[in-house]
Nanobody
Framework: VQLQASGGGLVQAGGSLRLSCAAS????????MGWFRQTPEIQREFVAA????????HHAASVRGRFTISRDNAKSTVYLQMNSLKSEDTAVYYC??????????????????????WGQGTLVTVSS
């Protein structure tokens, strides 16, 4: 599956953005999807993941209650709704796909090594 992330930009602290990740290929509905972020100081940090059916999610403690991952299998797209943004959320955000056959119904891995395909990244800058 090939992934194309979009939706990044410059936003003031306290604002919101919604990232999208469009997938091509027939395996999207069989893939767990995740969002990660990276800064010069922090390598691929887990943000959120969703299982292939979209009804089970994980969110990192640092974003829980502010960010929400979701997916629309009919549109082959995964989203990351980001609210109450903080300056420390500034990063390049990547979407990624993991083969759902590796896990059970709730498979939504948090480790970057579990993911096979990565999008190109979209930059989110939060000004304080």
């Amino acid at each position: 599956v090939q992934l194309q992330a979009s939706g990044g930009g410059l936003v003031q602290a306290g604002g919101s953005l919604r990232l999208s990740c469009a997938a091509s290929g027939r395996s999207f509905s069989n893939a767990a999807m995740g969002w990660f972020r990276q800064t010069p100081e922090i390598q691929r940090e887990f943000v959120a993941a969703v299982n292939e059916n979209g009804d089970f999610t994980h969110h990192a403690a640092s974003v829980r209650g502010r960010f929400t991952i979701s997916r629309d299998n009919a549109k082959s797209t995964v989203y990351l709704q980001m609210n109450s943004l903080k300056s420390e959320d500034t990063a390049v955000y990547y979407c990624a796909a993991a083969n759902g056959d590796r896990g059970g119904y709730y498979y939504s891995p948090q480790g970057a090594d579990a993911y096979d395909n990565w999008g190109q990244g979209t930059l989110v800058t939060v000004s304080s």
